[in-house]
């Protein structure tokens, strides 16, 4: 059984839980340089934004932001049918949004759980959407373990590849249910972030048992779901299986400067993120 410590700079919450917080009311300052076109984040946002400012309008783009926010929060269950990447607004909110917030909120997550930065050579990310999960663990480790990409998107499939090239990540990608699929051999890292939730109880519910038996084996298993309760009505029940086994349970609320473009369409579909926030279960 492992045991954990509490990350550095977390405040403990009432049952066990922790939370990661800004400074002095300051925001966290990102691990990347915005100011420097060389970064691997900085040009990826680019990549991001002159590809899907191309043949739409930033209007259309925050429009469609604004239905893709409604669907994650009002229409949940149109999310087994792939509600929120159909069109090509919605994918290229999704892109430019919620990619970069997902990346930025895992690559401090990363940062502060104890092993998570120990050297794997594979790191499957489940549900990896346009990769940005995935690729966030991945350049924080060094050296960077090789990424299985799955999902059953055939889109999602094709931006992760861009995704990972961009961030320099060795990397194959398979259009794959997450629920059947049949992990690669070997010692891995694997990541399921904001994906599980858009399975169905049936789908979902043997993953736990995979994941604990792969956790057994010596594998690291990262769940990172929304904070809000009603997302995951099932996330008590993996939260008491993953502590049982000696694993740990966080919630993480990071203030940090938003990119410009992010930024942007937070204030132009009226969604204000005034800090970035999670939930994990590390095991």
């Known amino acids: 059984m ?15 839980r ?73 994918r290229a909110a999704f892109a430019l949004y919620y990619g970069p917030l997902h990346h930025l909120l895992v690559a401090h997550i990363v940062r502060k759980l104890p092993s998570a930065l120990d050297r794997v050579p594979t790191l499957i990310d489940l549900g990896c959407g346009t990769g940005a999960a995935g690729a966030a663990w991945a350049a924080a480790v060094t050296p960077p373990p090789r990424i299985v990409g799955l999902d059953i998107h055939p889109w999602a499939v094709r931006e992760a590849v861009e995704t990972y090239r961009t961030f320099g990540l060795a990397a194959t990608t398979h259009q794959r249910d997450i629920a059947t699929v049949t992990f690669p051999k070997g010692r891995a890292a694997i990541l399921a ?23 057994e084996h010596g594998d690291r298993v990262l769940v990172i779901e929304p904070l809000a309760g009603g997302v995951a009505r099932w996330w008590n029940r993996w939260r008491d299986t993953i502590e049982h086994a000696g694993g740990r349970a966080d919630e993480w609320r990071i203030r940090v400067e938003l990119p410009a473009i992010v930024a942007k369409l937070d204030r132009a579909a009226g969604l204000n993120h005034r800090e970035i926030t999670g939930r994990s279960l590390f095991l």
Do not use: M, Q
């Open 18 to 90: 922790e939370t990661a917080c800004s400074i002095g009311g300051r925001p966290i300052r990102p691990t990347f340089d915005l100011s420097s076109s060389s970064d691997p984040f900085v040009a990826w946002l680019a990549s991001l934004e002159a590809k899907h400012l191309r043949e739409l309008t930033f209007r259309e783009v925050s429009r469609s932001l604004r239905a893709l926010s409604a669907t994650y929060v009002e229409r949940r269950h149109t999310l087994t049918d792939g509600a929120a990447l159909s069109g090509r607004g919605k």
């Open 2 to 16: 492992r045991t954990h410590r509490r990350a550095r700079g977390a405040i403990r919450l009432s049952g066990g």
């Open 193 to 215: 972030a904001f994906a599980l939730n858009e399975l169905t109880d049936r789908a979902r519910e043997p993953l736990l048992a995979r994941l604990a038996e792969r956790a």
